[in-house]
């Protein structure tokens, strides 16, 4: 779900799953506040080379096009 507008604060601190949710699936999301605005992001976990390595097939981000 894209929001592509800024969530006003009142509305994200109700619907903060949703807005956690937003940001995972849709990308960086806006929290407008009286004084500025939060950013959302979401950073997927990394995984450790050793299970990068025990897993088949070439690794997704070295893969030649």
């Known amino acids: 779900m894209k929001h592509d507008m800024a969530w ?9 799953s949703e807005l956690f949710d ?6 960086p999301q806006k929290v407008a506040d009286d004084d500025g ?9 990394r995984k450790p080379l050793s299970e990068l390595f025990s897993e088949p097939g070439p690794i997704s981000d070295d893969v030649d096009q």
Do not use: M
């Not at 006003?8 to 903060?16: G, Y």
């Not at 605005?37 to 976990?45: A, L, S, W």
């Open 37 to 45: 605005t939060f950013d959302v992001t979401f950073t997927p976990k």
């Open 22 to 27: 937003a940001a995972k699936t849709g990308g």
């Open 8 to 16: 006003p604060r009142n509305v994200a601190e109700i619907r903060i």
